[in-house]
């Protein structure tokens, strides 16, 4: 599985951006999808994810309420909706994908399998 995330910019606070995760190759065996963040000297945290097949979500605190997960196998990419941004959201932001079962979201990104590289989100004050 190629994932390849896109929609970086420079916002300012307030502002919104959606960022894309198109998967390629093998995708058949994905069970779920899931975004994470990783600012400059600070450890990769989840933002939120979606099973495969979008039926079930899961948000990280810091974000739920702003931030939206989509998409799924129908159309091979995945999307992350970020609104209301704020400075500490400033980060690389990496989509990742899970083949592995048990089928879920995980909070954790040991328990994904392929990383796409990351897009920059930049939320200036």
């Known amino acids: 599985v190629q994932l390849q995330a896109s929609g970086g910019g420079l916002v300012q606070v307030g502002g919104s951006l959606r960022l894309s995760c198109a998967a390629s190759g093998r995708t058949s065996g994905t069970n779920s999808m899931a975004w994470f963040r990783q600012a400059p000297g600070k450890e990769r945290e989840f933002v939120g994810g979606?099973?495969?097949?979008?039926?079930?979500?899961d948000y990280a605190d810091s974000v739920k309420d702003r931030f939206t997960v989509s998409g799924g196998n129908a159309e091979n990419t995945v999307y992350l909706q970020m609104n209301s941004l704020k400075p500490e959201d400033t980060a690389a932001y990496h989509c990742?994908?899970?083949?592995?079962?048990?089928?879920?979201?995980?909070?954790?990104?040991?328990?994904?399998?392929?990383w796409g590289q990351g897009t920059q989100v930049t939320v200036s004050s």
């Open positions: 990742a994908a899970r083949i592995r079962y048990p089928t879920g979201v995980s909070r954790s990104k040991i328990g994904y399998d392929y």
């Open positions: 979606t099973t495969w097949s979008g039926g079930s979500t």
